[in-house]
């Protein structure tokens, strides 16, 4: 019978003692309205709502157990660890208090992460790790049972909500760490205790927290300082970024490059953009030199076929394996390409931005066939690198684009860089808000006109796609 966390293992992570009655499989939630049969619900007071005013709700929908750290007024009758719990099946929900629910969380999950002995793939970088953490899922799904974090449930709460879902019949796990300050990923790694590691790259982003770029550089470092020895750790680190392959000095782990320099030890050359219809390139691992295409948009995306195929060959993976992997359909999460009014296309990139991953998007724009706009919006904590980095934006811009529009008041810095570098002031668009944006894009819009619309998640640009996309006849 398959090892899986039980209300039983649950409440021993916790107390340390395990009601061996207590044997149903359980789930955390951290939203009552997930909750649901076999759920134990996690109550978090958050900044404008508190978990533990919806116990009641995670009770009636079906969870089994709910961990609190305050008192909560149960108009339902409760049992609460420390009293006698009634055997199985459980008739009455429990209610498992303890000093901190978030700390409750983790240490769940670090202990159930001690009893399941699945090797871990640890993923972090400044850009491209969710992109990467679902190729190389793919990629490594073509031979083993795996199971990866969801979304971008990279963080104190989402990590160990993944841990929380193992169990001993997945034989490889693949999970996203990202940080603000330093001290973020060790801890994350501390609690996962990843066997493989993968550095994306370094660049200034989350900058206004973590205050610099070293000091992004030093946090992503503490996920290959935190792998285990050779053989058993293995650290895949990007040869083309001078501060991740600094890192290879600072892990016991056997070191694996991957980019585009033949120094490398799995590289890439031949990289040719085929528009939507992905990329194609060639790869070189040793005697193997082979060309693949793989539908995934852009140039950049190169280092994400690179760091899914460095990842399937240091877990054993053979050539078939891997490329049918690379192939499979449903890994480009960030950018959509949707149709939009009077048969234009529009490239959406509004999940988030940042000045690395804009200029990938903008050189993206540059491969596509058609007149060119883009709707740019502000790019958020990038502290003493906020002016820079808009400025940068653009000025590559004013290489791609024939109209500019802007949205928000830091994006004024990229109508300024486009402006230096060349486009004209008559062509670039400022606009306060959403609103104003939408009026100017339909305004100068023409047919079959390519448009990439990208910003910050905080700026909701996908309400400019959502309002013109719908317009499609």
């Known amino acids: 019978m398959s090892k899986q966390l039980t209300l039983g293992y649950l409440i021993e992570s916790l107390t340390?003692?395990?009601?061996?009655?207590l044997a149903m499989p359980v789930r955390p939630v951290i939203?009552?309205?997930?909750?649901?049969?076999?759920?134990?619900?996690?109550?978090?007071?958050?900044?404008?709502?508190d978990g533990h005013d919806y116990v009641g709700d995670a009770f009636a929908r079906g969870a089994v157990a709910a961990v609190i750290e305050r008192d909560v007024n149960m108009p339902l009758n409760t049992v609460t660890i420390g009293q006698p719990v009634p055997a199985y099946p459980l008739t009455t929900p429990l209610l498992i208090r303890v000093p901190n629910t978030l700390e409750a969380l983790q240490n769940a999950a670090r202990f159930w992460r001690q009893q399941v002995s699945t090797r871990i793939i640890g993923i972090t970088g400044s850009?491209?790790?969710?992109?990467?953490?679902?190729?190389?899922?793919?990629?490594?799904?073509?031979?083993?049972?795996v199971l990866h974090s969801?979304?971008?449930?990279?963080n104190e709460i989402g990590l160990p909500i993944t841990l929380l879902h193992l169990n001993d019949e997945h034989e490889r796990v693949v999970l996203e760490?990202?940080?603000?300050?330093?001290?973020?990923?060790?801890?994350?790694a501390e609690i996962a205790r990843p066997h493989v590691g993968i550095v994306t790259n370094v660049e200034p982003v989350h900058l206004e927290r973590a205050g610099t770029i070293e000091n992004i550089a030093l946090g992503k470092r503490e996920l290959v300082e935190s792998l285990p020895p050779a053989p058993e750790g293995v650290a895949?680190?990007?040869?083309?970024?001078?501060?991740v392959r600094a890192m290879a000095e600072h892990t016991q782990a056997r070191v694996f490059f991957y980019g585009l320099s033949p120094q490398a030890d799995l590289w890439a050359d031949e990289v040719e953009s085929q528009g939507l219809e992905g990329i194609r390139l060639r790869l070189h691992y040793g005697h193997s030199h082979l060309y693949v295409k793989v539908p995934l948009l852009g140039q950049h995306s190169a280092h994400t076929v690179l760091r899914a195929t460095a990842a399937g060959l240091v877990e054993g993976l053979d050539w078939q394996e891997i490329i049918e992997g690379l192939r499979a359909p449903g890994a480009q999460l960030r950018l959509v390409a949707v149709r939009g009014p009077q048969d234009s296309l529009i490239l959406d990139d509004t999940y988030n931005s940042s000045p690395p991953s804009a200029l990938a998007a903008l050189n993206l724009l540059k491969e596509m066939d058609g007149?060119?706009?883009?709707?740019?919006?502000?790019?958020?904590?990038l502290g003493d690198y906020e002016e820079e980095g808009h400025l940068k934006v653009g000025c590559r811009a004013a290489d791609v684009v024939a109209e500019l529009i802007t949205m928000g008041e830091r994006a004024r810095h990229i109508a300024r860089g486009a402006e230096l570098c060349g486009l004209s002031r008559t062509h670039i668009h400022e606009t306060p808000d959403y609103e104003a944006a939408i009026a100017v894009l339909r305004e100068i819009l023409q047919p079959r006109d390519v448009i990439l619309i990208k910003g910050s998640r905080g700026m909701r640009m996908e309400r400019i796609v959502a309002a013109i996309s719908g317009e499609v006849a």
């Open 16 to 21: 340390g003692w395990h009601p061996q009655h």
């Open 31 to 49: 939203d009552s309205r997930n909750a649901e049969a076999g759920t134990v619900f996690f109550a978090f007071k958050g900044e404008t709502a």
């Open 127 to 145: 850009v491209g790790k969710t992109t990467t953490k679902e190729v190389v899922t793919r990629v490594l799904a073509r031979h083993y049972n």
């Open 150 to 154: 969801t979304g971008s449930y990279n």
């Open 177 to 188: 760490m990202g940080m603000y300050v330093r001290g973020d990923i060790r801890f994350l």
């Open 236 to 243: 895949i680190l990007n040869y083309d970024d001078a501060r």
């Open 371 to 381: 007149r060119k706009l883009a709707v740019l919006g502000d790019m958020l904590e």
